[in-house]
């Protein structure tokens, strides 16, 4: 029997919260696209919790995940093993479905692989995150790797949300960006491991995979078709429940990176600034398609979302209140 034309691939290990946000994404998923199936791949541990909750019918298809793939590039540097669609949206937990994708699908089928990313990558992109920047720019060491493995330039890849149609492809990205993590030393990518984070990136062995087979990223920002954007408590007006949602995208490049400042009086601040300036403060309002809670500063409301919604599931799944609807 073939596998189902289209579907979307969660995973999930480590502790309980992240198997309990798949499930809440899902739901909020199934607002919008109530017919592709979704895969969830995750330890046994995970799949034991959705059956005592009566939650595991909220996937499709339940597979384990091998201890060796519970980590970030342990999955997405195997993409190829955790296909079971023939064309497969690979997306992270940590996001609340907005609008119908199926725009995004007619989009991505242009694709035999493809993430989310923009052409070129700033140079705080798998480098480092302070000063040290300016130092890997005057002794142009990401231009010396590049040189290094024949590219001629850098994209980056947001990995929250990654296509894959061709089986070829995938195993042939999936197998390269290995191979460059294996070669760190050989590139002026820093390892997230030094900086106190408890896992490497994927993204940008990921980037030069994709550039070296000439897989091109799919566009990330490009204002209401954008396939995935950052949740910003400044930028985002929504309902409790994020049924109705508004985000405000700036169209000035500039302002809208001044997204990621975590003081958000700071950032109210500057974003004023903008408005009184000519072009600068210009901005367009529209409900995403999907908004990913990435930044560690604006993770808050989601979690909280995610703890209401398993609540009321948990109790309307309970053992007691099916028995009563039964009686």
Same mark, same amino acid.
């Given at each position: 029997m073939s596998s189902p034309r289209e579907g979307y691939v969660f995973h999930s290990y480590? /502790? #309980?919260? *992240?198997? $309990?946000?798949? %499930?809440?994404?899902?739901?909020?998923? &199934? !607002?919008? #696209?109530? #017919? &592709?199936?979704?895969?969830?791949?995750?330890?046994?541990?995970? !799949?034991?919790?959705? /059956?005592?909750q009566n939650l595991a019918d909220t996937f499709d298809v339940i597979e384990t995940l091998p201890e060796e793939h519970r980590s970030i590039v342990g999955f997405k540097h195997h993409l190829h093993r955790f296909k079971p669609f023939g064309r497969s949206l690979f997306v992270d937990a940590d996001m609340i479905w907005c609008r119908d994708p199926d725009p995004l699908w007619q989009q991505f089928a242009a694709f035999p692989f493809t993430a989310t990313g923009l052409q070129n990558a700033d140079h705080f992109f798998g480098g480092p995150k302070g000063l040290g920047v300016l130092v890997d720019m005057l002794l142009r060491r990401r231009k010396r790797t590049l040189h290094r493995f024949g590219l001629t330039s850098l994209p980056r890849v947001q990995a929250g949300m990654i296509y894959a149609q061709d089986e070829a492809a995938t195993r042939d990205v999936c197998t390269r960006a290995a191979e460059f993590l294996a070669q760190s030393d050989d590139t002026h990518f820093r390892s997230r491991l030094n900086e106190g984070r408890s896992e490497e990136t994927c993204e940008w062995s990921l980037a030069m995979a994709m550039r070296t087979l000439d897989h091109n990223v799919f566009p990330w920002l490009?204002?209401?078709?954008?396939?995935?954007?950052?949740?910003?408590?400044?930028? %985002?007006?929504? #309902?409790?429940?994020?049924?109705?949602?508004?985000? &405000?995208? *700036?169209?000035?490049?500039? %302002?809208?990176? +001044? !997204?990621?400042?975590?003081?958000?009086?700071? +950032?109210?601040?500057? +974003?004023?600034?903008? =408005? !009184?300036?000519?072009?600068?403060?210009?901005? %367009? =309002?529209?409900?995403? *398609?999907?908004?990913?809670?990435?930044? +560690?500063?604006? $993770?808050a409301p989601f979690e909280d979302f995610a703890e209401r919604v398993w609540a009321r599931l948990t109790k309307a799944a309970s053992p007691a209140q099916a028995a009563d609807a039964q009686a």
């Open positions: 480590g /502790a #309980d919260r *992240y198997v $309990k946000h798949a %499930v809440v994404s899902v739901q909020t998923l &199934r !607002r919008h #696209d109530p #017919d &592709r199936p979704v895969a969830l791949f995750c330890p046994a541990s995970h !799949r034991e919790l959705l /059956a005592h490009q204002g209401r078709n954008s396939p995935q954007l950052d949740y910003i408590g400044a930028l %985002v007006d929504h #309902d409790p429940a994020f049924e109705d949602v508004t985000y &405000r995208f *700036y169209t000035s490049p500039f %302002v809208y990176e +001044l !997204r990621g400042l975590p003081n958000e009086t700071l +950032l109210h601040t500057l +974003l004023g600034v903008a =408005e !009184r300036m000519p072009r600068m403060g210009e901005y %367009v =309002e529209f409900t995403p *398609y999907v908004l990913h809670f990435g930044w +560690l500063h604006q $993770k």
